[in-house]
């Protein structure tokens, strides 16, 4: 079953855009079917499951966290994960920045952006994002590289509001990255869930976050 999701979504999937197979709350053995199948980008949104999940799973998966990141927790996350797609405030980024300095490690980011209708989903405003990067709030950064930025669409089912979302994300990206001619590696765009990954595409997303659609649902 996971192995069939997974080559039906490869499938459809354009050159280019990468899979994060998001596997918070399905146990080791269902992330297991998954590698075999030749998936090895994971996505885990709790520290905690994350640190248990890591040994459990040979040494070439690459972890993506992305939930909401505690400042107290960053510390247990640098060095261990392959991408902290989450950052939603310049405090964050200030303590990666530290934690990864002191580790001794490059720790890649993707700046969260908030476009979504609910109150409750984290991340920057887009004016907020766009005066950091105006005020080169990122040239201080010594051991954080930014790969780019991730959103997520309203939770609707409502898909022109899905389509508006991701074309803000999307156009946001592009303001950044013309106004910072000098940002290297700025080139991931993640957007896109099992409901809405195929849109996310159409809008430009270079990555999509896939659990429910390979795994099922999550028994929470
Ligand atoms: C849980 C989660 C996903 C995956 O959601 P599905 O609808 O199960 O595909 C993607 N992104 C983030 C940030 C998540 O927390």
Request: aromatic content about 8%; glycine content about 8%; some cysteine.
């Given at each position: 079953m996971i192995a069939e999701q997974i080559r039906k979504i490869h499938e459809e999937l354009p050159g280019g855009v990468s899979l994060v197979a998001v596997s918070k709350f399905h146990p080791v053995e269902a992330l297991m079917e998954a590698y075999e199948a030749g998936q090895r980008i994971f996505g885990e949104s709790r520290v905690q499951e994350l640190l248990e999940k890591?040994?459990?799973?040979?040494?070439?998966?690459?972890?993506?966290?992305?939930?909401?990141?505690?400042?107290?927790?960053?510390?247990?996350?640098?060095?261990?994960?392959?991408?902290?797609?989450?950052?939603?405030?310049?405090?964050?980024?200030?303590?990666?920045?530290?934690?990864?300095?002191?580790?001794?490690?490059?720790?890649?980011?993707?700046?969260?952006?908030h476009v979504?209708?609910?109150?409750?989903?984290?991340?920057?405003?887009?004016?907020?994002?766009?005066?950091?990067?105006?005020?080169?709030?990122?040239?201080?950064?010594?051991?954080?590289?930014?790969?780019?930025?991730?959103?997520?669409?309203?939770?609707?089912?409502?898909?022109?509001?899905?389509?508006?979302?991701?074309?803000?994300?999307f156009s946001l990206y592009g303001r950044i990255v013309a106004d910072n001619p000098d940002l290297r590696g700025f080139d991931t765009v993640s957007m896109g869930m099992s409901g809405d990954w195929r849109l996310a595409i159409e809008e430009g997303s270079t990555m999509v976050r896939i659990g429910s659609m390979i795994f099922g649902s999550r028994q929470y």
């Amino acid at each position: 079953m996971i192995a069939e999701q997974i080559r039906k979504i490869h499938e459809e999937l354009p050159g280019g855009v990468s899979l994060v197979a998001v596997s918070k709350f399905h146990p080791v053995e269902a992330l297991m079917e998954a590698y075999e199948a030749g998936q090895r980008i994971f996505g885990e949104s709790r520290v905690q499951e994350l640190l248990e999940k890591i040994p459990q799973m040979p040494d070439d998966v690459r972890w993506h966290f992305i939930g909401h990141l505690q400042t107290n927790k960053v510390r247990q996350v640098v060095g261990r994960v392959s991408l902290i797609e989450s950052v939603d405030s310049e405090r964050l980024l200030e303590i990666i920045d530290r934690e990864s300095e002191k580790a001794g490690v490059t720790t890649r980011v993707l700046m969260q952006v908030h476009v979504a209708r609910e109150e409750t989903k984290f991340g920057f405003m887009p004016d907020e994002l766009l005066s950091f990067f105006s005020s080169r709030g990122y040239e201080k950064l010594k051991a954080t590289h930014l790969c780019g930025v991730m959103g997520m669409a309203s939770n609707t089912d409502d898909a022109d509001q899905v389509r508006r979302d991701f074309a803000e994300v999307f156009s946001l990206y592009g303001r950044i990255v013309a106004d910072n001619p000098d940002l290297r590696g700025f080139d991931t765009v993640s957007m896109g869930m099992s409901g809405d990954w195929r849109l996310a595409i159409e809008e430009g997303s270079t990555m999509v976050r896939i659990g429910s659609m390979i795994f099922g649902s999550r028994q929470y």
